[in-house]
């Protein structure tokens, strides 16, 4: 793909990835209960993009920052945001996911885990006076997610699990 005679360079995010940078990138994913929140800077025209799957864990101070979890990608966001002479509440926030895979099991499957990754997600980024400008999150199925990080867009494609089963019916 270009953009004004420019390639644009695309990169796929899978759980527990996460890229923070600039450029003509665009940065996909694919999302279940997993959340991701994507970060922009209007004046500067950077950002990122994480895909976490759980608000966090017990980690020993020896253990490596993990992607995998909220509170860590946001530590690696944060140096991040550092490294660029950036502060928190330049940029803006939208956060996608945290659907319920499960909708018809009867259960709740952990507690509802998108609902918590939604949750931690809005704490992480009020505590950091980050402002959230959109939001697609919660339902019953997953989500194709796609974040131009040189202009902030967010393209979204959700696929309702409780409406494809009335239509099917």
Not at 93 to 110: E, L, T
Not at 120 to 138: D, F, M, T
């Amino acid at each position: 793909m270009t953009t004004q005679g420019h390639a644009v360079r695309e990169i796929h995010l899978n759980p527990g990835d996460l890229w923070f940078g600039g450029g003509l990138v665009r940065l996909r994913t694919v999302l279940g209960s997993c959340v991701s929140i994507t970060l922009w800077h209007p004046q500067r025209r950077i950002g990122g993009m994480c895909h976490f799957m759980l608000p966090g864990r017990v980690r020993s101070k020896a253990a490596e920052l993990s992607g995998k979890y909220a509170d860590e990608a946001f530590q690696i966001f944060d140096a991040e945001m550092s490294r660029a002479g950036t502060r928190h509440r330049e940029y803006q926030a939208k956060i996608f996911g945290g659907g319920n895979m499960f909708p018809n099991a009867g259960i709740r499957i952990q507690g509802d885990v998108g609902q918590r990754n939604v949750e931690i997600a809005h704490k992480l980024l009020a505590r950091r006076g980050i402002e959230v400008v959109v939001q697609h999150v919660g339902g019953a199925g997953h989500r194709k997610l796609i974040f131009d990080v040189w202009n902030g867009d967010a393209w979204l494609n959700f696929q309702d699990m409780l409406a494809e089963r009335s239509e099917k019916a």
